[in-house]
């Protein structure tokens, strides 16, 4: 379950980036928030190095930027909203709304496709995603996540 991976601790509603690596930076930040300042780099230039492959904006406001590394022992999940980020790049040129971070060890290929399913169902429903993005709260964040999960 998604919601298992998503505590409240750790979504920000808003996030306060306004460029895409200041997006990227802040996400990992709040997935590895006592990591030490050198792990937290490793982390960042694993998935900054993902991103330069593709881009992970999906379009319609939503982005889920990911990395499997072997800086995380667990699969971590970080997440929240922001006011347009203008610079991700996505298909439809709509600025980045709701950013999901994903990190998984490197050995866990098959779980980190999994995870990002369950983001991608929770995100094209047009219902959840309409109350994510009226969430006022991690809290609230969260509890459309779960909700998300029972329908």
């Not at 991976?5 to 750790?10: N, V």
């Not at 590895?32 to 900054?48: R, T």
């Not at 980020?85 to 866990?108: G, H, I, N, Q, R």
């Not at 929770?122 to 964040?141: I, Q, W, Y």
């Given at each position: 379950?998604?919601?298992?991976?998503?505590?409240?601790?750790?979504?920000?509603?808003?996030?306060?980036s306004r460029t895409k690596s200041a997006l990227l930076r802040e996400?990992?930040?709040?997935?590895?928030p006592d990591g030490d300042a050198a792990a937290v780099e490793n982390?960042?230039?694993?998935?900054?190095?993902?991103?330069?492959?593709?881009?992970?904006?999906?379009?319609?406001?939503?982005?889920v930027p990911h990395g499997r590394?072997?800086?995380?022992?667990?699969v971590i999940v970080a997440a929240g909203l922001?006011?347009?980020v203008a610079d991700y790049e996505t298909p439809d040129d709509v600025p980045v709304a709701?950013?999901?971070?994903?990190?998984?060890?490197?050995?866990?290929?098959?779980?980190?496709?999994?995870?990002?399913a369950r983001i991608a169902r929770v995100l094209h429903a047009p219902d959840s995603r309409a109350a994510l993005l009226s969430s006022e709260s991690g809290e609230a964040f969260a509890a459309?996540?779960?909700?998300?999960?029972?329908?």
């Amino acid at each position: 379950m998604l919601s298992e991976l998503l505590p409240a601790a750790r979504i920000r509603t808003p996030l306060a980036s306004r460029t895409k690596s200041a997006l990227l930076r802040e996400l990992v930040e709040l997935a590895i928030p006592d990591g030490d300042a050198a792990a937290v780099e490793n982390i960042l230039a694993v998935v900054v190095a993902r991103e330069a492959e593709i881009s992970t904006g999906m379009g319609a406001g939503l982005a889920v930027p990911h990395g499997r590394t072997d800086f995380v022992s667990e699969v971590i999940v970080a997440a929240g909203l922001v006011r347009g980020v203008a610079d991700y790049e996505t298909p439809d040129d709509v600025p980045v709304a709701v950013a999901f971070l994903v990190l998984t060890p490197s050995s866990e290929s098959g779980r980190h496709v999994k995870v990002l399913a369950r983001i991608a169902r929770v995100l094209h429903a047009p219902d959840s995603r309409a109350a994510l993005l009226s969430s006022e709260s991690g809290e609230a964040f969260a509890a459309v996540i779960r909700q998300s999960e029972i329908a």
